[in-house]
Each structure stands twice: as C-alpha cells, then as structure tokens.
C-alpha cells in the first residue's frame, strides 16, 4: 500500500471559541494535484499552517511520514510553499530573491531558476517594483521549478493576475514541474480555471471536510439532469442534493444515482467541480 503524503486524522483546531477545524480527516497521495477548496473563512488557510508546521492543533497528522509540530525543520527540505505572488517586497531585486531562497532552501537549483528567468526575459538586476503581475509571476515560477521538492503547496498564487497569466502559470506548472514523484496541493476560489488539472477534490466548510474524492470517482459518483414540469417534479423525488432554476428549466444533481435511471428525465451531463463545489456549499448552508 502506498505511504500518503498527507494522512490527517481528527485534525482540530481553536482560536478560543471558534472552531477552525472540526475533526477533519482526509489523505493525500503521492503524485497528485489536490484541491482544497472552500469558501472564505472554512479553515483552508489553518488546514495549510497545520501541514506546514506553522500552527499547533489536535489530533494526528503526518506529513511526508513526519509530524509538523515536532519534526518541522526536516519536513521543510523536502516541502515548497508559495503564498500569494503579491507578498514579495517591493524593493526587493530578482537576484536577491533567488539568493534569499538559495539560503533558505536546500534543494534549490540556482542555475536552473537563472535559465527560466532569462528565456521570461527578466533581468537580475530588476526590483519588484519595477516588475508587472506577470513579471512577478514568471518569477515566482522560476522559485518553483528550481525547488526539487516532493510536495508544493499553493495557497492562492494567481491572486489579482489576469486570465492570460493565470492560465500561463498553470500550464507552465504542469508541464514543466509535476510528475508521479510531486504532490501538489493548491488552494484557490477560482475553481473553473484549476478543474481540468486536479486529480483529487477536498471541499471543506466551516471546519469540516464535506467532500474528498479523486475526479475520476466525481465523474461516475455525481450526475445532473435538466428537466421541466412533471418531469422535473418526478425527478425531484429522488431527493438531489442541489438543484436551481435556468431559463425555466430545472438542473437537478444527484448523488449515488446512475445516469441510466435519470436519463428518462431530461437532459443528462456530469458536473463540473465548480458545479459540485455550489452543490455541497449551498446544501451546508440550508442544513444549518
């Protein structure tokens, strides 16, 4: 059986009366790109110190076989965190950011982020402040590639960047970073433009992880139809677990339910992560 990278087990966090974290149990597998997806204030942010060491908390977790809160300078050497690209200091010049990481990092190839840099036609000399978002981003790419690390989490790194560079980044990091060896582990709210790469989903809300599955099994576990009128109320009996209103029509998603048995009434189609992402968010909030 093969080790998780991440095996989380009744992890729970407070900060005084607040729950960030509720007994959240989830793995994650070596060679995958995970999504941990959740609204503003689901504890994605404190799920991602607690991995990185950063926050102490209750309950068991593993990272890389290593426990964070006590083994976090060794977890580190084998681990890439890239927060928002806006955090670099604005005076802060391309060569010293490579020479900072070089410092920090000890499986950083100086020389491979120099190549990535000169073919994004950045020049070692320039400050931050001088650079676009894109320019910023190239950079923080060429901080990425470099790093020979087995996991790279992403907490929101194309925040404020247009469609073009958001799009850029991405392929850039499939192609050019992930293989069967990296697990990467990213947090985003723009869900549509990360779908087609993740190979695993992890929706969580309030503290709770409320969905945690590979996309293959979203595709055979989830279906949606469309229908109207009798057709749509008899559809509805079968109790979906969201549903909304287009152009007088009703778009209905079920869970556990087969394509064949819906298919009778209506239009049938998987949905999207975005659309299972709507589904369990909008469930929670008319269960509380």
């Known amino acids: 059986m093969t080790t998780p990278i991440i095996d989380a087990r009744g992890l729970t966090k ?9 007994d959240a149990s989830f793995q994650v597998g070596p060679g995958r790109i995970v999504g941990l997806i959740g609204p503003n204030g689901a504890g994605k942010t404190t799920a991602l110190k607690s991995i990185l060491g950063l926050t102490p908390f209750s309950g068991e977790l593993k990272v890389l076989g290593l426990d964070p809160r006590q083994q976090r300078d060794r977890l580190m050497q084998d681990v890439c965190f890239i927060a928002d690209v806006a955090v670099l200091p604005k005076w802060l010049r391309v060569k010293q950011a490579l020479t900072y990481v070089e410092h920090v990092h000890p499986r950083f190839d100086r020389a491979r982020a120099e190549a990535f840099l000169a073919r994004a036609d950045l020049r070692p000399t320039q400050r931050v402040r001088e650079l676009s978002k894109g320019m910023v981003t190239q950079l923080h ?10 996991l790279l989490v992403l907490d929101e790194p194309t925040l404020g960047l247009d469609l073009l560079f958001r799009r850029a980044f991405y392929d850039t990091l499939l192609n050019d970073y992930f293989d069967k060896e990296r697990t990467i582990l990213i947090t985003t709210h723009q869900v549509e433009e990360v779908e087609n790469l993740l190979t695993d989903v992890l929706f969580i809300n309030r503290g709770k992880v409320v969905l945690n599955a590979s996309t293959e099994d979203l595709a055979t576990r989830f279906v ?19 549903e909304r209103e287009i152009f007088g029509r009703v778009a209905m ?26 589904a369990h968010m909008q469930s929670a909030a008319v269960a509380s």
């Open 14 to 22: 407070r900060y005084g009366k607040r729950v960030a974290l509720e």
């Open 141 to 150: 790419l060429a901080l990425i590639l470099a790093i020979d690390a087995r």
């Open 224 to 242: 949606q139809v469309t229908a109207s009128g009798e057709q749509a109320s008899a559809a509805r009996a079968l109790q979906p677990i969201y």
């Open 253 to 278: 998603i079920f869970d556990g339910r087969s394509a064949d048995e819906l298919r009778v009434f209506g239009e049938i189609r998987t949905p999207s992560v975005a659309d299972l992402f709507i």
